[in-house]
Nanobody
Framework: QVQLVESGGGLVQAEGSLRLSCVASGSNFSNYVMGWVRQAPGKEREFVGR????????DDADSVKGRFTISVDDAKNTVYLQMNTLKPEDTARYFCASPLRTKSIIGVQYWGQGTQVTVSL
């Protein structure tokens, strides 16, 4: 029912910035809490952040607080992840996901294809 398409990943040097975008399509988009999850090779998928409808609230993982900002443009059905002060440990494939009713990825039904973020020294 929901299709998610991410973009914006790439190779960036440490301390640099990237902005990821996720365009959602399908029915009842506004009823889903959307967010971002990342996965590094050999590691479990890790919650990054989520946002409620109309930016009513946000939740961020402790590892990215103060550096990453999640936002949404309801008119464009797009959620963003602004990543600043990137670190090599941020290297991962980043997935748009919905619904993220909690900070756990359990319950996610829809995943984007992911976009790779690689942070080099």
């Amino acid at each position: 029912q929901v299709q998610l398409v991410e973009s914006g990943g790439g190779l960036v040097q440490a301390e640099g910035s990237l902005r990821l975008s996720c365009v959602a399509s399908g029915s009842n988009f506004s009823n889903y809490v959307m967010g971002w999850v990342r996965q590094a090779p050999g590691k479990e998928r890790e919650f990054v952040g989520r946002i409620g409808g109309s930016c009513s609230y946000t939740d961020d993982a402790d590892s990215v607080k103060g550096r990453f900002t999640i936002s949404v443009d309801d008119a464009k059905n797009t959620v963003y992840l602004q990543m600043n002060t990137l670190k090599p440990e941020d290297t991962a494939r980043y997935f748009c996901a919905s619904p993220l009713r909690t900070k756990s990825i359990i319950g996610v039904q829809y995943w984007g294809q992911g976009t790779q973020v690689t942070v080099s020294l």
